[in-house]
């Protein structure tokens, strides 16, 4: 079996102690049970984590001192199938 997808994100609310951003839901980024595959969740919480910690600073391929997370833990309560997801992100 052959699938495949693609994630995009924007970042609606960027402040310095708080970053939001949503992600359209579309059928590349379900799994075979038809919602939502969790690494895409947990993809967007990462990345809006990422916004916040970077501040200012513009996002660009290969650039330098990029934040590394050392450890990374999620517990999900719930998934869906259609509309976008949110994912806030506060200091």
């Known amino acids: 079996m052959k699938v495949e997808g693609s994630i995009q994100f924007t970042v609606i609310e960027r402040g310095d102690d708080r970053v939001v951003s949503e ?50 833990n999620a517990n999900f309560v719930g998934n869906q199938r259609a509309g976008s997801l949110r994912a806030v992100s506060s200091s």
Not at 31 to 52: C, R
């Open 23 to 72: 992600m359209p839901i579309h059928s590349g980024m379900l799994n075979p049970f038809g919602v939502i595959h969790a690494g895409a969740m947990l993809w967007l919480a990462d990345v809006t984590a990422t916004v916040l910690v970077l501040g200012s600073a513009e996002v660009r391929p290969g650039m330098t001192g990029f934040p590394l997370g050392i450890s990374l």
